[in-house]
């Protein structure tokens, strides 16, 4: 990690010497927008002179020394051209540094949020040991409590020898506590399930028997009579 942030911290100053330099010349350079256009500008005029020289290499086909016009012909277009290709060449050049710059300033953000969101490596290490030294304090604690129980087993039974000893109270009497699942063997356990789905058939039965015998009693039972008919109303006068 320490070779990392070494390493950063050396990008990170070459990127800034570098990008004080192309600020200091930039100071004096033109904008973008300018270079665009006198580069537009460059190259109209490159394409009207070649397009003169070429008049004049046609011309040199009628004369009878063709080589030599056409050779001073050249001479003569590459001497023209070379302060606008020159120029053109510079805004190239001003292209591709004021890209470089974009990039210094991308790899700068880059490291200065890397910087921000990783935390102190000392906080980080503090929080570490305050984590490992509240586990083994929650150990000890455990292994303690688990060292007294082993050292006092009779207050776990001391509660139900008293209990026992003092006999079965009221509330025991009316309402005696079942003995837990856990005491009964697995035959117990057996016979009281058996008993309960008797109980349960029993009130199956006794219902079904019940529902039989009131139907009986329905069925048993005489016809309502119908009601009688009304008497004929009188005729009219």
Same mark, same amino acid.
Request: aromatic share 4%; glycine share 2%.
């Given at each position: 990690?320490?070779?990392?942030?070494?390493?950063?911290?050396?990008?990170?100053?070459? =990127? $800034?010497?570098?990008? +004080?330099?192309?600020?200091?010349?930039?100071?004096?350079?033109? =904008?973008?927008?300018?270079?665009?256009?006198?580069?537009?500008?460059?190259?109209?005029? *490159?394409?009207?002179?070649?397009?003169?020289?070429?008049?004049?290499?046609?011309?040199?086909?009628?004369?009878?020394?063709?080589?030599?016009?056409?050779?001073?012909?050249?001479? &003569?277009?590459?001497?023209?051209?070379?302060?606008?290709?020159?120029?053109?060449?510079?805004?190239?050049?001003?292209?591709?540094?004021?890209?470089?710059?974009?990039?210094?300033?991308?790899?700068?953000?880059?490291?200065?949020?890397? !910087?921000? =969101?990783?935390?102190? *490596?000392?906080?980080?290490?503090?929080?570490?040991?305050?984590?490992?030294?509240?586990?083994?304090?929650?150990? !000890?604690?455990?292994?303690?409590?688990?060292?007294?129980?082993?050292?006092?087993? =009779?207050?776990?039974? &001391?509660?139900?020898?008293?209990?026992?000893?003092? +006999?079965?109270?009221?509330?025991?009497?009316?309402?005696? $506590?079942?003995?837990?699942?856990?005491?009964?063997? #697995?035959?117990? *356990?057996?016979?009281?399930? !058996?008993?309960?789905?008797?109980?349960?058939?029993? *009130? !199956?039965?006794?219902?079904?028997? &019940?529902?039989?015998?009131?139907?009986?009693?329905?069925?048993? &039972?005489?016809?309502?009579?119908?009601?009688?008919?009304? #008497?004929?109303?009188?005729?009219?006068?």
């Amino acid at each position: 990690m320490r070779a990392v942030w070494s390493l950063c911290a050396v990008v990170l100053a070459l =990127t $800034t010497g570098l990008a +004080g330099h192309f600020a200091l010349a930039e100071s004096a350079q033109p =904008t973008p927008a300018q270079d665009a256009a006198q580069q537009a500008a460059l190259q109209r005029q *490159r394409a009207q002179m070649q397009a003169q020289y070429a008049q004049q290499r046609n011309a040199c086909l009628q004369r009878f020394f063709v080589n030599d016009c056409l050779d001073a012909a050249r001479e &003569k277009e590459r001497a023209a051209l070379a302060p606008i290709d020159a120029q053109l060449q510079a805004i190239a050049l001003r292209s591709r540094m004021r890209a470089a710059e974009d990039e210094i300033r991308r790899v700068q953000a880059n490291i200065a949020a890397a !910087q921000r =969101t990783q935390p102190d *490596r000392a906080e980080a290490e503090r929080q570490r040991a305050a984590r490992e030294a509240e586990l083994a304090r929650r150990r !000890q604690q455990a292994v303690q409590r688990a060292e007294q129980a082993a050292a006092h087993p =009779t207050n776990r039974q &001391k509660a139900p020898a008293e209990s026992a000893a003092r +006999g079965p109270q009221p509330a025991d009497r009316l309402f005696p $506590t079942p003995a837990p699942s856990s005491r009964l063997s #697995p035959a117990q *356990r057996a016979a009281d399930a !058996q008993r309960a789905q008797a109980d349960f058939a029993a *009130r !199956q039965k006794a219902y079904a028997e &019940k529902q039989a015998e009131q139907a009986r009693q329905n069925a048993a &039972k005489p016809p309502a009579a119908p009601l009688p008919l009304p #008497p004929p109303s009188a005729p009219l006068r």
